[in-house]
């Protein structure tokens, strides 16, 4: 069995994903307008495409149209399952796992589509010619034998698609500024909207991981606060002073030392930002139970 060169449409869909991971992990790079305009495709599009190429090798199953639908559609399907998976798993729902979820399963359906692809006859198997796309589109405007008006109407139509690529990019690079806002969630010790720690012993301590999201437009200077039953925990201080700028995240696991005994007690987090320190800006809390340790008896 001789060996298959990649299809042409396969190699771009594992470029771009390859390039939208270059942009986002690599510091300085992934701070530029390009991780907006690479990010995406790899949720919009590039995961539906390979899918549809991997389940319909054969030209005569779908054509492009079609193929370019449904790859918008089963992205959007299957993105947010990856997500919900992601939720079950150690790694939880972060950026790291999402990219690499996001990546391995493009490769891997690309890889499919590459094998089945390679088990049909060449002339059955379906591909992409953008040469031939190309001199299709210069015919269809060079073409003598048209009218001016059907010319003019192509031309229209070629510029009229361009103009709005180029308007979706600026609406990306250039988002208009949204509602001022700053997150603030828990998590339990294992990355995940579950499984909180609620029951202490004097004198052990348990984990919560605390995240705060800074979408104020502007840099922030944020004040985290622990009480349990109105009565102050204690904080260190790159815990207790958190500085971030627009769209950074911060997330830490946070000890807690529960210093009072008892039952149903409110574990308040208080969040307060630069504008308001003497009212919560955001507040969160767990109801905790606190027992005292057992006697060993002698």
């Known amino acids: 069995m001789t060996v298959k060169r990649i299809p042409s449409d396969l190699f771009i869909i594992m470029g771009l994903v390859l390039l ?9 790079i992934n701070e530029t307008m390009f991780r907006n305009i690479l990010g995406l495709p790899l949720v919009l599009f590039l995961p539906g495409y390979a899918l549809i190429a ?14 370019v639908a449904l790859s918008f559609g089963l992205s959007i399907a299957v993105v947010p399952l990856i997500g919900l998976g992601l939720n079950y798993t150690p790694w ?22 590459y094998l089945r692809r390679a088990s049909l006859p060449e002339s059955d198997t379906f591909g992409v010619s953008f040469k031939a796309v190309a001199l299709s589109l210069k015919a269809e405007v060079m073409e003598t034998s048209e009218s001016r008006l059907d010319r003019a109407l192509t031309v229209f139509l070629i510029i009229s698609i361009l103009l709005s690529i ?5 609406v990306v690079v250039s988002p ?9 969630y828990l998590l339990g010790p294992e990355g995940k909207a579950d499984n909180y720690t609620t029951n202490y012993t004097i004198g ?9 999201v800074n979408h104020e437009y502007r840099p922030v200077n944020y004040t985290m606060e622990v009480k349990l039953e109105n009565k102050s925990l204690f904080l260190p201080e790159n815990v207790k002073h958190i500085n971030l700028a627009y769209n ?44 005292a340790p057992k006697q060993l008896k002698t």
């Open 176 to 184: 208009k500024e949204g509602e001022h806002f700053t997150e603030f």
């Open 54 to 67: 991997a389940l319909f090798p054969a030209k005569s199953d779908l054509d492009g149209i079609e193929r």
């Open 92 to 113: 939880g729902i972060r950026l790291l796992p999402i990219l690499t979820s996001l990546s391995v399963f493009t490769f891997i359906m690309c890889g499919l589509a």
């Open 20 to 28: 939208t991971d270059i942009f986002v992990l690599t510091p300085g």
């Open 248 to 291: 950074e995240t911060w997330e830490e696991p946070v000890t807690i030392m529960p210093p009072l005994e008892g039952k149903n007690m409110k574990l308040q987090f208080l969040l307060f930002n630069d504008t308001e320190k003497s009212v919560p800006y955001r507040d969160l809390h767990l109801w905790v139970n606190v027992t």
């Open 166 to 170: 180029a308007t979706l990019a600026y």
């Open 204 to 212: 052990q301590s348990g984990t919560v991981i605390v995240g705060v």
